[in-house]
């Protein structure tokens, strides 16, 4: 479900509805880029344990020194481990990385390893989620999802396992709307985050997008990041630059139906 400032899980709690991506922000700038984050006003940090980059997000936030409650930090177990006391390990250095004694939010960061794309992971996955569970009913995770998961992906772990996934983390912007899987997940109440809004970049030269931008006085960035709301996706803007970081959280106008329904027709990008 989705408020003013936040969505929220199918368990009640409540995620921030724009969070700091930090993909692709190697471990040595990471300290600096999270810093500019939180103190623009982000409060929900997102990262992995194959981004390589957990110590210094987690100092970051140390060191900013807001309650650990006011910051929502999410991490995800990397795709290429499946299994139950596999799990459990990984999330351990997690948190040790993170020095933080409980997470947010966890995801299984794929279905597949990323050198197995597209195979059948399938029992694989079910022991990971499993594990999942555990921690999650021990207290060390407030949240648990998935991410680059399929409908058929996600169906697999509801018909085995206790918990529906409260979230799957997708790749999601203007002309890759995902629409089957956005419905799925909207009838399985499990909220979709939107990673590279912008299609790294791709989607801020595309004329229609530019000229929307304009009748908006917005960015293109900044559309791009509001149709994700508008679609009730949740964006995970990147950047490390303290003047973007800053633009891509400025979201305050909304677009129109119509408008809405153009960028929906725009052609992807990345084809």
Known sequence: MMKENSFVFHNGVEIPNIGFGTWQIPNE???????????????????????????????????????????????????????????????????INLGVDYLDLY?????????????????GNIQSWKAMEKLYNDGKIKTIGVSNFSVSDIQAL???CDIVPMANQIPFYVGHDQEELLAFC???????EAYSPLATGQTLNSPEI?????????????LCIRYCLERETLPLPKSTHEERIIENSQLDFTISPEDVEKLNAVEDVRK
């Open 186 to 192: 909207k009838e399985h109440n499990i909220v979709v």
């Open 107 to 123: 995801l299984i960061h794929a279905p597949w390893p990323w050198d197995d794309k597209g195979a059948d992971h399938t029992e």
């Open 29 to 95: 700038e990471a300290y600096d880029a999270v810093t500019m984050a939180l103190k623009n006003g982000y409060t929900h940090i997102d990262t992995a344990l194959a981004y390589k980059n957990e110590e210094n997000v987690g100092k970051a936030i140390k060191d900013f020194d807001l309650p650990r409650e006011e910051i929502f930090i999410t991490s995800k177990l990397p795709a290429q481990i499946k299994g139950y006391d596999e799990t459990l390990e990984a999330f351990n250095t997690t948190i």
């Open 158 to 160: 509801i018909d085995a």
């Open 210 to 222: 530019k000229e929307m931008a304009e009748k908006y006085g917005v960015t293109p960035a900044q």
